[in-house]
Every structure is written in structure tokens, then in C-alpha cells.
């Protein structure tokens, strides 16, 4: 009797025990279904879309190849670029030097003829653009010739669409600008590749944080060439006509090259008051074709301008 009364007991303390368990497994699951229901309800549509690169979300958008071209606009540093009839010129505004990627990590030689320059990451234009260099050298290897400056555009946002498209990865937060004077008919082109891999050639451009209002100074500075060279009076028989044209031609360069690089730092008032101002510089590369020069081309270029000294590039 003894014993049985015993085991009893036990299987009356095992099941309140049990009972017991199961009531808090079931208090612990209810609240955490409420803590994913509330942070479901708190997070935004396209919240599911925005961590895979392969994903569209409803809308049809690749969230994070837009997150790449975010990036590359606010994190990247400001170039603006023009194309002319037979030159075209760059500006890369830097915040003096040390603070800033130095010119010759922000533009690659991809080939005599060719120089590339990525505005974005500066890890990610680095990659890309030792990338692009790589298969510019295969090309010239395997078909005994370099690439135009159109295979060369098309190259690089061939590799950036493939990271768009690749699980696992991310894009190249990068916009990339392809200049250079084609070896084929001496003809300078400029092109901009975008994170998503669409290429696009262009008579101006500009990338970097302001890069709307860049965009309007050079539009405006393509009217005043326009109207310059509109306005050029014929020389006269008496004049000495090559001579002439040669130093018309090189005081058009020069508005040139000094409207892209006050275009490039239109946006940043200096203080020279101001100690503790961050100093702007800009650095300039100057692309013209030459027949005489290896590639075709003639490369010239100015370090570390400062804004009052920008009268000097005329």
C-alpha cells in the first residue's frame, strides 16, 4: 500500500511538472511571435527586396544597385569632364592634399590611348579599374590591337552588370569615366558607365556629390564656346593665317580648361578667413589628339590648383 501510494504521488508531481512546462513554452512562443509581428509590421515593403542583388522588388527596381549609385554619388569625389572637337579635359575637386585619394590612385591608363577614372568607393573603383586595365591587356594580346575607347566603355559596364546579377556579391559603388582620342580616326570620346552597367557616351559630364549644379555650369559653359566661336571674325589676307588660327585655337583651350575646373568647384564657397576650412584643390588632365605622341595622343595635366589661382589655366 505503502508503495503504491508512492508511485502515485510521483506521477501526480510529474504531471503538474509537465503542465507547468507547457505553459511557459507557450507564454515564450506567443511573445515572440508578437516581437516578429510587430517588427514585421513596423518594417517597409520593400524591406525584403533590399538584401538580395538578383531580387526585383514589386516595383520592378534592383534596390541594391541603387544603394551602389547612392553611394557613389555622395561618397565619391567630384569630377567633371568635357569633350571637344579634337581635346577633352577633366577636374577632380580634392580636399587638399592627404585628405583625399591621390591623382594617380583615381585615374588608371588603361591604354596609350585611354585613361579611365572611377568616382565612387575608392576600394571599389581601385578593383574595377585593375579589372578593366586586365582586359584591355588580353585584347591587345589576343587580337594584335588595343581596344577603341567604345570597347574599352563597354568592357567596364560588362563587369559591372555581372556583379549585378551575381548571388552572393554586391555591385561596384563606381561611376566610371572612359576618355580617350580612338587611335582608328584621332576622334577624342568621353562615355560614363553607371553601377548598374549601362554606358552612355557624353559631351560633358560630372559625378560627385553636386553633381546636378556641375552639370548646369557646364551646360552653360557649352553655350559660351558656342557663342565664341560663333563670333570669331575671318582673318584678313594680310594676316597670318596658320598663325592666327593656332593662337585662337589656344585661347579657346584655355576658357576650356578653366570653365571645367571652375565648373568643378562652382559648389564650394571658400573662406580664406577661415583657418580651419577644409581647402578645396583641383587637379586637371588635359586629353588632345597628336599624331606625333605614342597612342595618338597627348596627355598634359595640373596638380593641386587652388580656387584663386584658376585665372592661370587661360
Known amino acids: 500500500m505503502r508503495v503504491a501510494r508512492l508511485q502515485q504521488q510521483g506521477r501526480r508531481f510529474i504531471f503538474i511538472l509537465a503542465v507547468l512546462l507547457l505553459v511557459n513554452v507557450e507564454e515564450v512562443e506567443g511573445a515572440h511571435s508578437r516581437r516578429r509581428r510587430v517588427a514585421s509590421s513596423q518594417g517597409s515593403r520593400g524591406a525584403a527586396y533590399d538584401r538580395s542583388v538578383t531580387v526585383f522588388s514589386p516595383e520592378g527596381r534592383l534596390l541594391q544597385v541603387e544603394y551602389a549609385r547612392s553611394a557613389a554619388g555622395e561618397r565619391g569625389g567630384t569630377v567633371a569632364a568635357y569633350q571637344d572637337d579634337d581635346v577633352v579635359c577633366v577636374a577632380l575637386v580634392s580636399g587638399g592634399e592627404g585628405s583625399s585619394p591621390s591623382l594617380l590612385e583615381r585615374v588608371h591608363r588603361l591604354e596609350d590611348h585611354a585613361l579611365w577614372i572611377g568616382s565612387g568607393l575608392s576600394g571599389d573603383a581601385r578593383v574595377l579599374g585593375d579589372a578593366v586595365r586586365l582586359e584591355a591587356r588580353r585584347a591587345r594580346l589576343s587580337?594584335?590591337?588595343?581596344?577603341?575607347?567604345?570597347?574599352?566603355?563597354?568592357?567596364?559596364?560588362?563587369?559591372?552588370?555581372?556583379?549585378?546579377?551575381?548571388?552572393?556579391?554586391?555591385?561596384?559603388?563606381?561611376?566610371?569615366?572612359?576618355l580617350g582620342v580612338d587611335f582608328t580616326?584621332?576622334?577624342?570620346?568621353?562615355?560614363?558607365?553607371?553601377?548598374?552597367?549601362?554606358?552612355?557616351?557624353?559631351?560633358?559630364?560630372?559625378?560627385?556629390?553636386?553633381?546636378?549644379?556641375?552639370?548646369?555650369?557646364?551646360?552653360?559653359?557649352e553655350e559660351d564656346l558656342e557663342k565664341k566661336s560663333s563670333s570669331t571674325g575671318t582673318l584678313t589676307p594680310t594676316d597670318s593665317i596658320a598663325e592666327d588660327a593656332n593662337n585662337e585655337?589656344?585661347?579657346?583651350?584655355?576658357?576650356?580648361?578653366?570653365?571645367?575646373?571652375?565648373?568643378?568647384?562652382?559648389?564650394?564657397?571658400s573662406d580664406v578667413n577661415n583657418p580651419d576650412e577644409i581647402k578645396k584643390w583641383v587637379d586637371v588632365i588635359v586629353l588632345q589628339a597628336d599624331a606625333s605622341r605614342r597612342g595618338g595622343v597627348r596627355i598634359r595635366y595640373a596638380r593641386n590648383i587652388q580656387p584663386e589661382d584658376l585665372a592661370r589655366l587661360k
Request: proline share 6%; with cysteine; net charge positive.
Open 249 to 269: 585655337r589656344k585661347r579657346q583651350l584655355g576658357d576650356l580648361v578653366y570653365g571645367v575646373a571652375k565648373a568643378s568647384l562652382s559648389t564650394y564657397d
Open 185 to 221: 580616326n584621332s576622334v577624342p570620346k568621353l562615355y560614363l558607365t553607371e553601377p548598374g552597367g549601362s554606358v552612355e557616351r557624353r559631351s560633358y559630364c560630372a559625378c560627385g556629390p553636386h553633381e546636378s549644379n556641375i552639370l548646369k555650369s557646364l551646360r552653360q559653359l
Open 143 to 178: 587580337l594584335g590591337e588595343p581596344l577603341t575607347i567604345r570597347e574599352l566603355a563597354y568592357a567596364c559596364a560588362e563587369m559591372q552588370h555581372e556583379w549585378t546579377r551575381s548571388p552572393g556579391g554586391r555591385p561596384f559603388a563606381v561611376r566610371g569615366l572612359l
